[in-house]
């Protein structure tokens, strides 16, 4: 699921910052930042994405996810459970991560940082597995979590 190599999906240009880890690995959804959000303390911003998939439907695998070791046992867990998340996640999950990401910025200064780091260059989530969130293998993904931070980063 994960590249062998991250040579190449972190990198800056004058248009664009390419994160997938260190300079702007706070924009991260599995960055070591926890947060707050309905009244509970989640390690990571992913375990609270993978969290609201399931909190109303099927609280024992949200209670899973909620104690999972890492993001990725926390992903590994919904990825599973998939057929049991709500019918109408997909319409949701936009709204549900921009929720996330703005209570991860106003908790965390170095989410701040990085984002004020990134000036008003294109952001993108250079995943190499993710054409949804991310570019995707070829580049040519929605990038749908660089575009929640730039909206983010439009209205501060």
């Known amino acids: 699921m994960y590249p062998i190599s991250s040579e190449g999906l972190t990198k800056e240009t004058a248009d664009a910052i390419y994160f997938y880890s260190p300079a ?6 599995f960055s070591a930042h926890q947060v707050e959000i309905w009244n509970k303390r989640f390690p990571t911003a992913e375990h ?3 969290w609201k998939k399931f909190s109303e439907v099927c609280p ?3 209670e899973r996810i909620l104690r ?3 993001p990725e046992e926390a992903q590994q867990i919904a990825h599973k459970h998939k057929p ?3 019918k109408d996640w997909h319409e949701k999950k936009v709204a549900v991560m921009e ?3 703005r209570a991860k910025l106003a908790q965390h200064e170095t989410v701040r940082d990085a984002l004020h780091r990134s000036g008003k260059r294109r952001i993108v989530e250079n995943s190499p597995v993710d054409a ?3 570019c995707g293998p070829d580049g040519t993904g ?4 660089g575009v929640l931070w730039m909206k983010i980063r439009n209205e501060h």
């Open 24 to 29: 702007f690995d706070a924009l991260n959804n």
């Open 48 to 50: 609270a994405f993978q």
């Open 60 to 62: 024992d695998i949200a």
């Open 68 to 70: 999972a070791g890492c």
């Open 84 to 86: 049991e998340q709500p």
């Open 99 to 101: 929720e996330i990401l």
């Open 132 to 134: 949804f969130w991310g």
């Open 142 to 145: 929605t990038n749908m979590m």
